[in-house]
């Protein structure tokens, strides 16, 4: 956690980060021998160090940091990874204004991005974790493979909520991430909201296409999808019609719908 302190504003940077070494470090395991070993507290020091060095922007650029560091001082050192997760505070109002100091953590979702070095190359790419949608129209489930254990209804006016993560590589470096996370992750959700949908790897698929047709900067994308299903519940027990107005949510159990588009 970072609070960058401005006067009467603050600004806050709460990030989750893993690092991964790949290398030659065979003798540590095969002969206990260390010395070419960097401790794991010393990458957790590392971290605090060079975000108190230098205030961290964007996650994508503090991972290309991160990882220029470790590669400069280990020699042993072949690929390093940086995986990032920003976790989004938003202000909390004080009648017309937005208090100053005082925060309040805004859902689940999280943004993600990943930095992968090796000493000829850098690749990057970034992402959203745990955004959960729904549509509450044009969405379809019919047509489907059926045997002597299938007994789903068909449908063609459900509900279709999901738990969206997408991660996507970019070819190349020299961007503004903000600026396109932002249009990647509003590509998304237009595309979910628009698309008449015949199954989640349908609206999958669409939504997957409609980020590479308008963003260029993205070489591939990869999306999880599960299931969360809303079931219509019977009022016809209480004398009541149904009007597909009244759903339970349930966790399990659920498909999980996965697929990588690439250019």
């Not at 993600?112 to 850098?122: K, L």
């Amino acid at each position: 956690m970072q609070v960058s302190r401005r006067v009467d504003r603050h600004d806050l940077r709460d990030l989750t980060i893993a690092i991964r070494f790949e290398g030659e470090y065979d003798e540590s395991y095969s002969a206990g021998d260390n010395s070419a070993v960097l401790p794991t507290d010393t990458m957790k020091n590392t971290v605090y160090a060079l975000a108190a060095r230098q205030c961290v922007e964007d996650p994508e650029e503090f991972g290309l940091r991160l990882s220029r560091h470790f590669l400069d001082r280990n020699p042993r050192l072949r690929r390093v990874r940086v995986d990032l997760r920003a976790h989004p505070w938003v202000r909390i109002p004080i009648g017309d204004r937005e208090h100053g100091q005082a925060f309040v953590r805004h859902g689940p979702e999280a943004r993600t991005a990943r930095v992968m070095c090796n000493r000829r190359r850098v690749r990057m790419g970034a992402g959203v974790r745990n955004l959960l949608i729904l549509k509450s129209s044009h969405s379809a489930f019919a047509g489907y493979l059926r045997d002597e254990y299938t007994t789903l209804p068909e449908t063609h006016d459900r509900l279709l909520a999901t738990t969206l993560t997408a991660a996507w590589m970019y070819g190349e470096n020299d961007l503004d991430f903000h600026i396109t996370w932002r249009a990647v992750r509003r590509t998304l959700l237009e595309a979910f909201a628009e698309h008449d949908s015949r199954s989640v790897q349908h609206t999958l698929y669409a939504m997957g296409q409609a980020v590479l047709d308008a963003v260029s900067a993205v070489d591939a994308i990869r999306l999880v999808m599960p299931n969360k299903h809303h079931l219509p519940v019977d009022l016809t027990p209480f004398g009541l019609e149904n009007r597909n107005e009244i759903f339970v949510p349930t966790e399990e159990p659920h498909g999980l719908i996965e697929a990588t588009l690439v250019r």
